[in-house]
């Protein structure tokens, strides 16, 4: 029976997590020179509506059909075609949640928002060096053969879930794979010709964060799929960890340049949101002061290593997300108990190793299988088709060279 209680909220949700991608537009356009805003925020409205076509065609039929234990998906890695085009769906069709009460329509737009939110997360990374055709074609590949397969192994009845990995709201399946597939890419398109890129307007990049920030209440808390005590813990769990991850980041900044940072208090609450959300709904409330402390201590470190390294990765999406999910994934294996979640499992805290490990593997396979797999990808486009624009296009600028259209109809800063 349909619970009106559980179906509104996770309407709600599904609405709080589609808000995130376009905060992502704001977030990195804030970020991005004055030639190239409109140039990275096109890649992430479009994944709006192109990650939506293919969802509705056979992502979720790839993601959330068939079963590794029952032998009726491909190998515990991609689900079936049994529901290509939403086939025997309707809107009486219930999803076998926990409580099993909400309508499976309902589930589809949720984790249509994830699918969508996932590879633009990427983008960031390779702001103003890649053709928008290429883009296109990179978005597509990405989801059949990077997106698909990890949302299916851990979410949707594949190899990983049935082996007893858990991630509550993406830690896996979004934050450690886009990161390292972000990573790949930043190896692959090389570093920017002009080395004076500058965010072109701050202003613009808080107030994206503070619609990220509020759209993660339905990406962790929507993740429980229904309204009880654990989505109230997922919740608040990721407010707490967001915020010590932003007084630790503004605290470390401030000793080292003597100037407290506003883009460092940003990147900080970030950086908390994606560590805290593969643990959200299984560690209890103590953990998250202890997860947002050391979110912003391991990417702070991870971001600096990369400018050491001199990776061009612009908008730190490896060291934020990639090494953000890594840590919070690990952490889970560490606080997780069953004591704050039945569907959970019980980790190195309560005495147990086995779970931990799981978490281990499960991390390092999705790390490098995000990498090696956007590199070939990206490969394989370059000899269709140039993934990266020109050096002339990259000095005029995304906007005006690709897209023929500026952000702003006068210079500014």
Known sequence: MISITDTAFMVIAASLVMLMTPALAYFYGGLASKRNILGIMIQSFVSLGWSTLLWFVCGYSLCFSGSYAEGTDWGGILGNLQHCFLAGITPETLHPSANGNIPEYVFISFQMMFSILTPALITGAFVNRINFKSYLIFLTAWQFLCYYPFCHMVWGGGILGEWGVLDFAGGIA????????????????????????????????????????????????????????????????????????????????????????????????????????????????????????????????????????????????????????????????????????????????????????????????????????????????????????????????????????????????
């Open 174 to 413: 979004v934050h450690i794979l886009a990161g390292f597939a972000a990573l790949a890419s930043v190896f692959f398109v090389g570093a920017r010709v002009d080395k004076n890129s500058t965010p072109n307007s701050i202003p613009l990049v808080a107030i994206g964060t503070g619609l990220l920030w509020f759209g993660w209440y339905g990406f962790n808390a929507g993740s429980e799929l229904g309204v009880d005590g654990v989505t109230t813990l997922a919740f608040l769990n990721t407010d707490i960890a967001a915020s010590f991850a932003l007084v630790t980041w503004l605290a470390i900044e401030w000793c080292r340049s003597r100037k407290p940072k506003l883009v460092g208090v940003l990147t900080g609450s970030i950086a908390g949101l994606a560590t805290i959300t593969p643990a959200a709904g299984f560690v209890p409330l103590w953990t998250s002061p202890i997860i947002g402390i050391l979110a912003s201590a391991c990417c702070y470190v991870a971001v600096e290593w990369k400018n050491k390294q001199s990776w061009d990765d612009a908008m730190d999406v490896w060291g934020v997300h990639g090494v953000g999910g890594f840590v919070g994934t690990i952490l889970l294996g560490v606080f997780a108990t069953t004591a704050v979640n039945a569907n959970g499992a019980n980790g190195l805290i309560t005495g147990e190793s086995a779970f931990f490990w799981k978490q281990i593997v499960a991390t390092i396979l999705t790390a490098v299988y995000g990498f090696v797999f956007t590199y070939a990808i990206l490969w394989i486009i370059n000899k269709i088709t140039p993934v990266k624009v020109s050096q002339k296009e990259e000095i005029e600028g995304i906007d005006a060279a690709i897209l023929g259209e500026n952000a702003y109809d006068h210079d500014v800063l």
